[in-house]
């Protein structure tokens, strides 16, 4: 539900303990999938102050909770930057995959969120960046939408130990001599041609 300015309770509310409450009511008016009971969403986005680069940056508030049981609901807060770390490690364990860009994100740093006109910018991009992450939710695992703190080095670990425990499948499994190089190629062809087709889809 949102007002005449297309801003929902959660944007209008000034304190924190109640945007929390507004997030977790939300969550729990979707609908579980058929793989799992529990619920896993990006309610909103928010501007805070970061310390360590000592400038703004945009937060994507996540929630996870097993309904009716709102005592199950946890919240991690997640940057563009975390996102992007993930769906690079998705491409390095899985390069087949058709993951959804994570191009054309924008949030100008000249927008001041503080006046009403601003507010209103924001929050438009805010709800797109939103709708676009929310979708991208379901290639991630579930320690992204659960824990707060990403242990990167470990990550990249062990997606390294994945790619090479696939790549070792593949010269257990499939012969590296050519028997029929026209087939090969043709196929090959094919692949290349599939392929540049989703990336133009996608």
Same mark, same amino acid.
């Given at each position: 539900?949102? =007002?005449?300015?297309?801003?929902?309770?959660?944007?209008?509310? *000034?304190?924190?303990?109640?945007?929390?409450?507004?997030?977790?009511? +939300?969550? @729990?008016?979707?609908?579980?999938?058929? +793989?799992?009971? #529990?619920?896993?969403?990006?309610?909103?986005?928010?501007?805070?102050?970061?310390?360590?680069?000592?400038?703004?940056?945009?937060?994507? *508030?996540?929630?996870?909770?097993?309904?009716?049981?709102?005592?199950?609901?946890?919240? *991690?807060?997640?940057?563009?930057?975390? /996102? &992007? /770390? $993930?769906?690079? &490690?998705? $491409? @390095?364990?899985?390069?087949?995959?058709?993951?959804?860009?994570?191009?054309? @994100? /924008?949030?100008?740093?000249?927008?001041?969120?503080?006046?009403?006109?601003?507010?209103?910018?924001? +929050?438009?991009?805010? !709800?797109?960046?939103?709708? #676009?992450?929310?979708?991208?939710? !379901?290639?991630?695992?579930?320690?992204?939408?659960?824990?707060?703190? $990403?242990?990167?080095? @470990?990550?990249?670990?062990?997606?390294? =130990?994945?790619?090479?425990?696939?790549?070792?499948?593949?010269?257990? =499994?499939?012969?590296?001599?050519?028997?029929? !190089?026209?087939?090969?190629?043709?196929?090959? &062809?094919?692949? *290349?041609?599939?392929?540049?087709?989703? =990336?133009?889809?996608?």
């Amino acid at each position: 539900m949102e =007002n005449f300015d297309s801003l929902r309770a959660v944007e209008l509310a *000034v304190d924190e303990e109640v945007q929390d409450l507004l997030d977790d009511y +939300s969550l @729990f008016r979707l609908s579980p999938s058929e +793989s799992s009971n #529990r619920l896993c969403a990006m309610t909103r986005a928010e501007i805070e102050w970061d310390s360590e680069k000592s400038s703004k940056v945009v937060s994507y *508030v996540i929630k996870s909770g097993i309904p009716p049981n709102i005592h199950s609901i946890t919240t *991690v807060k997640r940057t563009l930057d975390d /996102f &992007q /770390f $993930l769906w690079q &490690q998705i $491409l @390095f364990e899985y390069p087949e995959s058709c993951v959804p860009s994570l191009d054309n @994100f /924008f949030v100008s740093p000249f927008v001041d969120s503080t006046t009403p006109s601003g507010s209103l910018i924001c +929050s438009s991009i805010f !709800a797109a960046n939103v709708r #676009r992450l929310d979708r991208f939710l !379901a290639y991630l695992l579930w320690e992204f939408m659960l824990v707060g703190d $990403l242990q990167r080095d @470990f990550i990249i670990e062990r997606s390294r =130990n994945k790619a090479k425990a696939i790549m070792d499948s593949i010269e257990d =499994n499939y012969s590296s001599v050519i028997e029929d !190089a026209e087939h090969e190629e043709m196929y090959h &062809q094919y692949t *290349v041609e599939m392929i540049e087709m989703l =990336n133009k889809d996608v």
